[in-house]
Antibody, heavy 118, light 110 residues
């Protein structure tokens, strides 16, 4: 059974930093592209970042470019999101999501809540 | 980049059929696959349709997807509505390193 367990969320002040982790199991992590997708409270879904299976190709949404860094450790079956210069509008549940195909997100983790507030 | 526009909400009675649309703002809807996700309150999204019209195993055949090039839109149709279908539904597509979601449609089954 595929499991994706996010951690690292919490309350942080504007301008602060946070590092999210996603522990993957139940599939060959190193063979799959991975993504972070977020959802602000009461709002819709927003793709945040993509990383290829080897980590050699990375993309970011314009809203986080230059502030967030995605990475992965295939030896540890883990995905990360380093978030710097956080803003109130970054407040959201952050989901770790497998790229079942380049165009398709499946499955999803349960998410971790990041709250940016003073 | 393009946008995907969905109705904010739809409602229908149990046993009836409902269709949720997803209109692409620019570029052809047929040029990139469309996926549909169901999200129940407090839960992560799950796929109900992928690659325009494919159902993952475990998704009942009451769920179907289609695309219409004339209106540049995709549709999710749910027949024989059940109260358990009440949820938010999101369409999603991809083009040139940009993954785009529709704004979501709240389905009420009353």
């Amino acid at each position: 059974e595929v499991q994706l367990v996010e951690s690292g969320g919490g309350l942080v002040q504007p301008g602060g930093s946070l590092r999210l982790s996603c522990a993957a199991s139940g599939f060959t992590f190193s063979s799959y592209e991975m993504n972070w997708v977020r959802q602000a409270p009461g709002k819709g879904l927003e793709w945040v970042s993509y990383i290829s299976s080897s980590g050699s190709t990375i993309y970011y949404a314009d809203s986080v470019k230059g502030r967030f860094t995605i990475s992965r450790d295939n030896a540890k079956n883990s995905l990360y999101l380093q978030m710097n210069s956080l803003r109130a509008e970054d407040t959201a549940v952050y989901y770790c999501v497998v790229g079942a195909a380049r165009w398709w997100f499946d499955p999803w983790g349960q998410g971790t809540l990041v709250t940016v507030s003073s | 980049n393009f946008m995907l526009t969905q109705p904010h909400s739809v409602s229908e009675s149990p046993g009836k059929t409902v269709t949720i649309s997803c209109t692409r703002s620019s570029g052809s809807i047929a040029s990139n696959y469309v996926q549909w996700y169901q999200q129940r309150p407090g839960s992560a999204p799950t796929t109900v349709i992928y690659e325009d019209n494919q159902r993952p195993s475990g998704v009942p055949d009451r769920f179907s997807g289609s695309i219409d090039s004339s209106s540049n839109s995709a549709s999710l149709t749910i027949s024989g509505l059940k109260t358990e279908d009440e949820a938010d539904y999101y369409c999603q597509s991809y083009d040139s390193s940009a993954w785009v979601f529709g704004g979501g449609t709240k389905l009420t089954v009353l």
